[in-house]
């Protein structure tokens, strides 16, 4: 009998009606005969309405008491799931993440998941019980409730189907798969059969949000097949594979958007040795991640000019730290500029095939849009440019590396 884990996503399970509808899908894998553990997400809203409480409370909420709040929306459904179950004959019952427990680091609102305690979970499916488990949360060394960052669900799904040596982890979401870039922006998007786990890796942390960065690292490692697909409509998803796998690899295989980045310019610095580290050693030190860096020297060849990118959310603070450490860097102002979008190609294709940079370049130049700063890896090429040409350049390059479906 193989095991199975469905995880089921906050649109999947966005009302009652819905959760009756999750629990049919369930059934069908037990009368398959497989033996089946579901992650649940909350409902649809819910935790936003949730953070959005602690806020209300309080700006700066202690990340211990806003997990405690935030993590109970999964609660929630587990407990529905399982009484809908119940209700078309299906034995089942919920597990908390204390309960098994999930255990993560102490890093509240963003911890990872360090070990599942698998075996009450593998006894009760032995049994024949559908075990109902909520994505998102797990318990610290400390013995207090954590949550995994937004989105974390999917990794909740992807660690249990690890820990369980689950034969298939299937992601049910409100999409019927991975597709070459967000559907809701290119409606000329197409769905891929398959994609390697480094492109997925690197499509979700480039900013597809269809699963939670962690999720794919960890189905790498672990050799987890995994699958995308849709709660409301059955027919295969896209399975997220080796490379070996792909029979015909695209140059490009999907593009991906980030509007969650802010763009720092340092302007009129001395430009000496040291310079760089006087300005990124202090930003390292606050934990202010910093991506795209570009340096140019200015007219009189004196003084520089350093530009970066952060997370949005960081702007602020990385600006206040600048600021304090003034005196060690010598600079004449700061620039800011949140409107900016980091939009990226990627593909494993790139790393034999030439040209790929200079085709982005060019597709973005011949609808007028600038590019602000550029980074590459082996297999993606980001650019950052202004946020109101977002889907413009989502289109555009769609076309350019031959993406589009021919149905739209
Ligand atoms: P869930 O609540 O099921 O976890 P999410 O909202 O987290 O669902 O993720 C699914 C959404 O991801 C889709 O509705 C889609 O708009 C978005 N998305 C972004 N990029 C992609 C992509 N390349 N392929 C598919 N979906 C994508
Ligand atoms: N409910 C959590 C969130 O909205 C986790 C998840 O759905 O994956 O971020
Ligand atoms: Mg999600």
Known sequence: MAIIVQKFGGTSVGDVERIRNVARKVKAEVEAGNRVAVVVSAMAGVTNQLVAHTRDISADADPREYDVVVSTGEQVTTGLLSLALHEIGVAARSWQGWQLPIRTDGVHAKARIEDIAADDLTAALLRGEVAVVPGFQGLSADGRITTLGRGGSDTSAVALAAALKADRCDIYTDVDGVYTTDPRIVAKARKLDKITYEEMFEMASLGAKVLQTRSVEMAMKHRVRLQVRSTFED???????????????????????????????????????????????????????????????????????????????????????????????????????????????????MRSHAGVAQ??????????????????????????????????????????????????
């Open 235 to 349: 027919r295969p998803g896209t399975l997220v594979v080796d490379e070996d796998e792909i029979v015909e690899q695209e140059l490009v295989s999907g593009i991906a958007y980030s509007r969650d980045e802010a763009k720092v310019t340092v302007a009129g610095l001395q430009d000496r040795p040291g310079v760089a580290g006087a300005v990124f050693g202090p930003l390292a030190e606050a934990n202010i991640n910093v991506d795209m860096i570009i340096q140019n020297i200015s007219q009189d060849g004196k003084t520089a000019n350093l530009t970066f990118t952060v997370p949005e959310g960081e702007l602020r603070r990385a600006l206040d730290v600048l600021e304090t450490h003034k005196a060690g860097m010598r600079f004449e102002r700061l620039i800011a500029n949140a409107d900016v979008v980091k939009v990226s190609v990627i593909g494993v294709g």
């Open 359 to 408: 085709r982005m370049f060019q597709a973005l130049a011949e609808k007028g849009i600038n590019i602000q700063a550029i980074s590459t890896s082996e297999i993606k090429i980001s650019v950052l440019i202004a946020e109101d040409y977002t889907e413009l350049a989502l289109r555009a390059l769609h076309t350019a590396y031959g993406l589009d479906s021919d149905a739209a």
